[in-house]
């Protein structure tokens, strides 16, 4: 899945490189791949999740390893956002707020149980 889609959008960025495609054209197709793969994953996923269970052996960390982590990795998405705030703090605020909003929207699937 990862392969098709890479070479798809490097043959689009190449084509759009040496001005056979126009840089709308180029944008347009990325879009329409991100959410045909998008989809396609979503599918995929939703189908592994139907299987029946294999017995437990998904779960081998205790819970209290996998907290950890957890914590870890929100602390580092936490981080990440402060400094991109810190480091971006003379740009354009529009691209600033998106990445923000994202990072908060990373950060609160991280916090759910």
């Known amino acids: ?17 040496k001005g056979v495609v126009s840089p709308r054209v180029f944008a347009i197709a990325c879009l329409i791949v991100m959410v045909v ?21 998904a779960n081998l960390h205790p819970p209290s390893v996998r907290r950890t982590g957890k914590y870890l990795r929100m602390a580092a998405l936490s981080v990440l956002i402060i400094f991109s705030l810190w480091h971006f703090r003379g740009g354009p605020w529009l691209p600033r707020m998106v990445g923000m909003c994202i990072g908060v929207i990373l950060l609160w699937l991280l916090s759910r149980p």
Do not use: C, Q, Y
């Open 1 to 17: 899945m990862l392969l098709p889609t890479a070479i798809l959008v490097a043959g689009l960025a190449f084509s759009a490189a």
């Open 37 to 57: 793969v998008g989809i396609i994953l979503f599918v995929l996923v939703k189908r592994m999740g139907e299987r029946p269970d294999d017995g437990g052996t």
